[in-house]
Each structure stands twice: as C-alpha cells, then as structure tokens.
C-alpha cells in the first residue's frame, strides 16, 4: 500500500484528478452535443413539415396540364419505340 507521504501517492492522485477533469469535460461536451443535437433535430422537423409534394404546391388546373404534358412525352416516346422496331 501506498503511504500518503510517498512521491507515487502524491503523482497519483494528481493523475487521479486529471482524469476527473476530463471526465468532467467530456461530460460536458457530451451535454452540449445532445443539446445541439436536439435543436438539429428540431429544425429537421420544422423542415419537413414546411415542404409540401409537388402536387399539393400547384392549382387542380395546373395539375391537369401538367399530366396532359406527361401523357404527351410519354406518347412522342411510345411512338419513337414503334417507329424504330
């Protein structure tokens, strides 16, 4: 056992409180992270309830020319197709 006069107890318990003090802040960075990470968190789902599919954004008449436009691609493709068989 170690006296308490000894050189080794004195260097000791000087490494002893170094390590309690980055415990001690590593604890804190880890409060601070989960801190950050909640507000990250929180941002992500203002985000996401702010956005809207592409759908929802556009009128009903808006909506129908855009799939006529679709319709109208799709068959100039089909037609390209056919025409190369």
């Known amino acids: ?11 000791f318990q000087r490494l002893l409180d170094q390590i309690r003090d980055e415990v001690d802040s590593l604890k804190n960075q ?6 950050e990470n909640s507000q990250l968190k929180d941002q992500i789902k203002e985000i996401q309830e702010g956005q809207t599919d592409i759908y929802s954004a556009i009128s009903e008449t808006e909506r129908m020319a855009l799939r006529h436009q679709v319709l109208g691609l799709i068959s100039k493709i089909d037609e390209h197709l056919e025409d190369g068989q």
């Open 1 to 11: 056992m170690l006296s308490n006069d000894s050189p080794h107890n004195e260097q």
């Open 30 to 35: 880890v409060k601070s992270l989960k801190k």
